[in-house]
């Protein structure tokens, strides 16, 4: 098992930046692929991106793809997404989220086997 805790949410202005990191105890973080997940207010929950087991292979949704950057520090236990170009529609509930199974890291993230609680992101005008 692996427990997983973010942090780096807050408030900033269109075209701003953010980090985002999620800490993870419990097993050794290169048995999971790791990636992140968010929820907007009154809409279904959505992939956002996700990186494999040593972070040889990322992957992105279409709408983050250029502004978004997923990595990982298996020694810190450690994944982070560097969120630049900010814009109000990436306002939401950011999800930390691991799984040993890459194609679990999809969709609205239903396979998906463990979760952190979440950290807001909200962006203004």
């Known amino acids: 098992q692996v427990q997983l805790v973010e942090s780096g949410g807050g408030l900033v202005q269109a075209g701003g930046s953010l980090r985002l990191s999620c800490a993870a105890s419990?097993?050794?973080?290169?048995?999971?692929?790791m990636g992140w997940f968010r929820q907007a207010p009154g809409k279904e929950r959505e992939f956002v991106s996700a990186i494999s087991w040593v972070g040889r292979t990322t992957i992105y949704t279409d709408s983050v793809k250029g502004r978004f950057t997923i990595t990982r520090d298996n020694a810190k236990n450690t994944i982070y997404l560097q969120m630049n170009s900010l814009k109000p529609e990436d306002t939401a509930v950011y999800y930390c989220?691991?799984?040993?199974?890459?194609?679990?890291?999809?969709?609205?993230?239903?396979?998906?086997?463990?979760w952190g609680r979440g950290t807001q992101v909200t962006v203004s005008l």
């Open positions: 989220a691991a799984d040993t199974i890459w194609s679990d890291l999809s969709d609205q993230g239903e396979r998906v086997d463990y």
């Open positions: 419990g097993r050794t973080l290169s048995t999971y692929v």
